[in-house]
């Protein structure tokens, strides 16, 4: 549990977004069109250096308080520490679970094309219905 939870919640999740970024950056770079290219680049840099962030900011906090709480399992502790563990254990998680959520947010907000395919599935998902 102390060497799992790191991995499987932290550095999978991680490792995984920067090889999808490095293998779509490569990608871009097979594009023709040199202006193309270039937007492409902009908009993928762009929305990495959004992310990176907030997967930091979201997932290390969830990860250095559950160790906390793993390490410290057999200690002896008084009510008032228990209550601030509690309101800890109960913030983090919700923190971590933006994990999850942003990133719809962070390519709508830093890519123009995104915008325009997200309005677009919204307005035929309502005609549809």
């Known amino acids: 549990m102390y060497i799992t939870l790191p991995i499987y919640t932290g550095l999978f999740p991680s490792l995984i977004l920067v090889i999808i970024g490095i293998m779509t950056y490569k990608n871009i ?4 069109i040199n202006r193309q290219r270039q937007l492409l680049q902009k908009q993928l ?14 997932i290390l906090p969830y990860i250095a308080f559950t160790e906390y709480t793993l ?5 002896i502790k008084s009510q008032d520490k228990k209550n601030i563990e509690n309101l800890f254990a109960n913030i983090f998680p919700l923190i971590f679970y933006i994990t999850f959520a942003c990133p719809f947010f962070v390519f709508f907000a830093s890519s123009k094309s995104f915008r325009q395919e997200a309005k677009m599935f919204f307005f035929m998902s309502i005609i549809h219905q």
């Open 71 to 75: 390490l410290t399992t057999t200690m």
């Open 29 to 32: 770079n097979t594009l023709q």
């Open 45 to 58: 840099t762009s929305m990495m250096l959004m992310q990176i962030p907030i997967l930091l900011f979201t």
